[in-house]
């Protein structure tokens, strides 16, 4: 009886592997073609503030002296209507490597979605305008919209978003599976002396281990970041309905007041924070009857997490700060963590050197599967033959 249970366990333990080895293969398989897109063009895109720098595709300002003052944001506003008159300003942005200068995002209307938008740089001493090919076109928006979209809108982020997902799952299946190989041989152990596929499947074995960590990260934040549109689309139905709910019957909005103060106003209510960028009325982080200041935390971490301060656009009142909810939150958190974007170079490198060894996964993963494939085939023409 002793021996029976023996082996009865043993049977259910060799099934149980074989079940995760299925689901180890195919979850594999079926996103490693998405995948080794994604890892080939997240490479430069881990790189591509350097790279802009490198191809002249980054706005250059004059060299002027350090306490020369900045012109105010309406004054700003009309050097951009000037720059693409027949536009409307749907964004500044801000950012701290810059502070001499405001981005600005216009298309025909507020509402034009992001794609369509055209993005430039302001001098903020002089108003001059730079264009910024990179935001626009060229390579590396390509490089970027095959990373996020695929050129597909939505639709192409929720495929991605799947992909995503069966990387998580090959990751733990794959988990799963090593670690009783683990126990027959020493950690990092490479057998040389065996046979080019199981030196391959020990590399495979190692790098996948080695990049455990790294891998599921990356897969989650760019699972939550394919998701972005679904998570502002609730935060609009959610947090930002609620706080523009005493607008919803208000005449449509024919004036707005000019733009000079809105960073003041936002100081003065959110005194520990900094700008991030502001939405202007009818785009999808305001509302028609509002300016909103979204205000960023002032230390490397909270820098990521946004606060909305809603301004009425017709009396510059403010009528609402934003606790955020836990999904933006999650949100602001994941873009840059899955790019690498929180430790300066040192960290591009390090994601880049894991991004390499990604890819040498997925696509040792492929040779195993095919060496596998062919290895079976004159196996099953002799069971076939002998039948």
């Not at 599976?177 to 391959?200: E, G, H, I, N």
């Not at 495979?204 to 989650?220: P, R, S």
């Not at 836990?326 to 300066?344: C, T």
Request: charged share 15%.
């Amino acid at each position: 009886m002793d021996g029976f249970g023996i082996s009865e366990g043993h049977e259910m333990k060799s099934k149980t592997i074989r079940r995760w080895s299925v689901v180890h293969t195919w979850s594999s398989l079926i996103c490693t073609v998405f995948l080794l897109m994604l890892a080939l063009t997240g490479l430069p895109l881990i790189f591509h503030h350097e790279i802009d720098h490198l191809l002249g595709d980054a706005a250059e300002l004059k060299v002027m002296p350090a306490d020369t003052p900045h012109l105010n944001l309406q004054q700003l506003v009309q050097a951009a209507e000037k720059h693409r008159p027949g536009d409307v300003v749907q964004y500044f942005g801000f950012e701290d490597d810059e502070p001499d200068a405001v981005i600005a995002i216009m298309a025909p209307t507020a509402g034009t979605e992001p794609n369509s938008s055209h993005t430039f740089m302001l001098d903020a001493r002089t108003g001059q305008a730079l264009e910024m090919p990179s935001a626009n076109g060229g390579l590396m928006m390509v490089m970027l919209r095959l990373h996020v979209d695929l050129f597909a809108g939505l639709p192409g982020k929720l495929l991605l978003a799947a992909m995503g997902i069966l990387f998580v799952v090959a990751i733990i299946s794959g988990t799963v599976l090593y670690l009783p190989f683990m126990r027959r041989l020493k950690f990092a152990t490479v057998r040389q002396d065996k046979s080019t596929r199981l030196r391959w499947l020990d590399l495979h074995n190692l790098i996948g281990v080695v990049t455990l960590t790294w891998a599921l990260v990356v897969g989650v934040t760019g699972v939550i970041s394919a998701c972005a549109d679904l998570l502002i689309a609730a935060w609009r139905n959610d947090s930002l309905s609620a706080m523009i709910a005493p607008y919803r019957d208000a005449p449509p909005l024919t004036q707005r007041a000019p733009a000079t103060r809105l960073l003041d106003i936002a100081n003065k209510v959110a005194p520990d924070m900094q700008p991030d960028f502001i939405a202007f009325p009818g785009t999808r982080f305001s509302s028609e009857h509002h300016y909103a200041v979204f205000m960023k935390g002032s230390t490397h971490l909270t820098s990521h997490l946004l606060t909305p301060v809603l301004i009425d656009a017709s009396t510059l009142q403010v009528t609402a700060v934003a606790e955020r909810p836990w999904y933006m939150d999650a949100m602001g958190m994941s873009q840059p963590l899955h790019f690498g974007d929180y430790g300066g170079l040192p960290m591009k490198i390090l994601w880049a050197t894991l991004d390499v060894l990604t890819i040498i996964v997925l696509g040792s993963g492929v040779y195993l599967w095919v060496v596998r494939r062919r290895a079976a085939k004159p196996l099953l023409e002799k069971a076939e033959s002998m039948a």
